[in-house]
């Protein structure tokens, strides 16, 4: 995999290329899943791995979430460090039990850690419908013992999935499908990493900060263009991780530009946002110029219709409207 | 014995009111009926009463803030006169009590005169009292703002806000420190300058607009600019906000252009009888009734016959249901420095000369004054303003709601004209008349405006 030299790949490559590393780096990896072996993977992010590693290492599963989890957790308690593929992150719910009871307690209550990936394609857009565009990262947010990881970009999303691999706590880790084959980005040629539990300044502002996360941060920095345009400069940061939260990089944010604004794909309420709200109350009430601003999806599932999934989900329109009125609060 | 002071409500449609300024300071005494604030709403300026005699203890509403009808803006404390204090103490919005009553007219057709049939109980308890739930926070700013304000010992009364709804933000505490801060030694030469040179968007020299996007914020989402802000910044420039009176006036000039497709006709007037009739008998009309007597109301009395004639005009739109008005009332517009304002001629069809000029002379002068009642704004049937008398040929005015139309006069002067084939001076005047064209049709308006002509011209009445 050393044709990248600086060359742009996609985000679905950065995927493929960060597990391919990873397992010809460590002999514990393996990876897990339906249709990852033979077929490749449903979106192909782990075509040729099969070939490279055999059977043993790449292991095609029954459709049962529940098992591939509890398989991998009990891989991951046996000395493995395995990568957990869930076809569509929609039905990672169907493992809920494997993961908030087990794979997350395990440490605490039994000295057992799990180091171990569970990653999948997440997130609307592409007119899936309500059980292929789920953003369920908020479930896993809420439990201890986890990890969760939600990158924006194939730079990102190859340098956190290898720093997941080698983590020693359970990592989730989401990929926005919608970004698969739209995003390309650089990476580097050489091994790196991308340190869990960072966020990152994608652009500099004085005037707002509108903090995001995957897919949303694209729509954010077309949002903060537009927002340049009429004199209002955003900063725009990119959460990268969602658990643990970065707190000190939207505290250092807010604490400059005195305004905040979270956009998330996810659903409304109980999303990120009200975390951020209640971390902004909490340590930095005297440095809010303003409320804190949501544009998210609405509460409601995935809509089937396109153009209810249009309205349903939030927009770069939607963003610069709310900072615009929140710039002018 | 206390007594709360609550934001009064000054008509059937106003829902809040900005207090303008405060006539008292607390520990002063006061009164009963003593005038204690002055507030501004959509329709008034005026003087506020005290609703009991006593000490004001504590005033909750500061200047310029806008709070919703039985907010209590201030505390009496009766105890010194405690006797003199009846227990319940009225809202001191005696005289809007009545209009206050008047339930919105259901959309379905009412028969004649909307009798105040339901009044509610105009003394019902005070309802949501925000601002007395939450006086320590008075002013509105943010956390920051206050944060700042303490650090550098800044008196918020004293900063004028920008933000959304008046509120003070960051850019405007800011702009006060790079002045140098704003001194909480002598509030009200700081409040009265700040606005006129408000250093927020800086005079720019430089041809970068510096982006005042986020400074002045338009506190009024009606308000649409047809071009980006930024644009509107150039040269050199002072930024005055619109006073309370000022916005009223836009937003109501906005939304009677939006609902109201206007309609605009002109008619010429030989006012030469009535200009004659006046100036004879003028300087006795002024010995006998202590009045001037001009031409204001042979207008109103010509207007009065036109829509005796033609009551389509005399009435308000309700959806599909038009309100034929049985009284005559007519606003009157009056220019004022600050302003504009049209009170009204109530039962104009009921008074004569002598009553209107005596009536109108009153109003215009309360009006100068501000001590117009609030029910001297409201229910008027049918308006007319005066563009002549500031020169105007003619001008073509847009209709007060809930009006459909209004008679504008131009400038009354000497022309020559045709009469029997041989040209005579005489006293023209044009008349011009808007009109909502949902209710009004050209043919009506023209019978209209040729009934006033016709009054004018044949004037007969004798006036004093």
Redesign the interface.
Known sequence: MAETNGTQITFLEAIKQAMFEEMERDPAVVLLGEDVGVYGGAFKTSEGLLERFGWERVIDTPISESAIIGAACGMSYAGLRPIAELQFIDFIVCAFNQITNFVAKGHYLWNAPAPMVMRGPSGGGVHGGPFHSANPEMYFVHTPGLKVIYPSTPYDAKGLLKAAVRDNNPVLFFEHKFLYRRIKGEVPSEDYTVPIGKAIVRREGK?LTIISYAAMMHTSLEAADALAK???EAEVIDLRTLLPLDEETILQSVRKT?RCLVVHEDTKTGGIAGEIAAILCEKA??????PLMRVTALDTPVPYSPPLEDYFLPNAKKVFDTAKEL??? | MATDVVMPQMGESIFEGTITKWLKKPGDKVERDEPLFEISTDKVDAEIPSPSAGVLKEIKVNEGQTVPIQTVVAVIDGAGSAAAAPAPTPAPAKPAAPGAAVPAPPPAARPTAPAPAAAAPTQAAPQATPAAQRSGERIHSSPLVRRMAAEHGIDLTTIPGTGAGGRISKQDIEAVIAAGGAPAAAPPSVTAAAPATRPTPPPAPSAAPAPPAVSGGQVHVAFESAVPREKMYFGNYTVEPMSNMRVRIAEHMLASKRVSPHVYSVDEIDMTKVATLRAKSRDEFEKRYETKLTFMPFFVKAAVAGLRAFPTMNASLDGTNVILHKEINIGIAVALDWGLIVPVVKGADEKNVLGIQRTLNDLAERARSKKLKPEEVQEGTFSITNPGVFGGLFGLPVISQPNVGILGLGMIEKRPVVINDSIAIRSMCYVTLSYDHRVVDGAVAHQFLHKVKETLENWSEPVL
């Open positions: 005037h009429e004199g209002i005195n009430f005297g440095d809010l110029d303003g710039a002018r609060y």
